[in-house]
């Protein structure tokens, strides 16, 4: 039954076009991270090119390129605020709509004839959540993969793909505690609207 109602929120949130939605957006983050990434790369390049131009004409060393000097997944630096801020807020909308829609759509009173009883229901509409929004960082994870590999011209070592794993995962985490908080503001209040507004109460 879990599996079942699991399911259930996923195909939910897939043709109601909330899922596309949320990957979009996040992909969109992720993308402009390397895109700044990239356009910092240039110009540190750029100006590192005239400076040693420059030096050579006075006949003198020229220092190491600055942007060698800096972590190679310093590019995606910008997914460390876009994930708290944005991701948070996507993440809460998320686990709003896996309850709220249940009670305004009768779904939830369907769902209970036919034997569920309430904990099986709450956690399959968690384990649907959590999978939606491993699917979504799974995205990102791609994209900043990608990224990486076109700005540094370089495929990343292990070490750099093991950090970009263990960030994305204490993201789902983070991510998945917000889900949990716009389900149970819904839980607890009558109001669609007042759950709403308390959850982003608490993203704030």
């Given at each position: 039954?879990?599996?079942?109602?699991?399911?259930?929120?996923?195909?939910?949130?897939?043709?109601?076009?909330?899922?596309?939605?949320?990957?979009?957006?996040?992909?969109?983050?992720?993308?402009?991270?390397?895109?700044?990434?990239?356009?910092?790369?240039?110009?540190?390049?750029?100006?590192?090119?005239?400076?040693?131009?420059?030096?050579?004409?006075?006949?003198?060393?020229?220092?190491?390129?600055?942007?060698e000097?800096?972590?190679?997944?310093?590019?995606?630096?910008?997914?460390?605020?876009?994930?708290?801020?944005?991701?948070a807020?996507?993440?809460?909308?998320?686990?709003?709509?896996?309850?709220?829609?249940?009670?305004?759509?009768?779904?939830?009173?369907?769902i209970?004839?036919?034997?569920?009883?309430?904990?099986?229901?709450?956690?399959?509409?968690?384990?649907?959540?959590?999978?939606?929004?491993?699917?979504?960082?799974?995205?990102?994870?791609?994209?900043?993969?990608?990224?990486?590999?076109?700005?540094?011209?370089?495929?990343?070592?292990?070490?750099?793909?093991g950090r970009?794993?263990?960030?994305?995962?204490?993201?789902?985490?983070?991510?998945?505690?917000?889900?949990?908080?716009?389900?149970?503001?819904?839980?607890?209040?009558?109001?669609?609207?007042?759950?709403?507004?308390?959850?982003?109460?608490?993203?704030?």
């Open positions: 039954m879990i599996a079942t109602i699991a399911a259930q929120q996923v195909l939910s949130l897939r043709r109601q076009r909330v899922f596309l939605s949320l990957l979009v957006t996040l992909l969109v983050m992720t993308s402009l991270a390397g895109v700044l990434g990239w356009l910092s790369h240039h110009t540190i390049t750029r100006v590192y090119d005239e400076a040693v131009a420059l030096l050579a004409v006075g006949g003198q060393p020229a220092p190491p390129n600055p942007f000097l800096k972590p190679t997944l310093s590019l995606l630096s910008n997914m460390a605020v876009y994930i708290p801020l944005i991701g807020l996507v993440a809460l909308v998320l686990g709003h709509l896996a309850m709220a829609d249940d009670q305004s759509d009768g779904v939830a009173r369907l209970f004839t036919r034997g569920a009883s309430r904990w099986s229901y709450v956690l399959g509409k968690v384990l649907g959540a959590a999978a939606v929004l491993a699917a979504i960082l799974a995205a990102s994870l791609v994209v900043s993969g990608v990224s990486l590999v076109v700005v540094n011209q370089a495929v990343p070592t292990l070490s750099d793909l970009l794993a263990l960030f994305y995962g204490l993201s789902w985490l983070y991510l998945f505690m917000f889900a949990l908080v716009g389900m149970v503001t819904v839980l607890l209040t009558r109001r669609r609207s007042l759950a709403l507004l308390a959850g982003l109460g608490v993203w704030l």
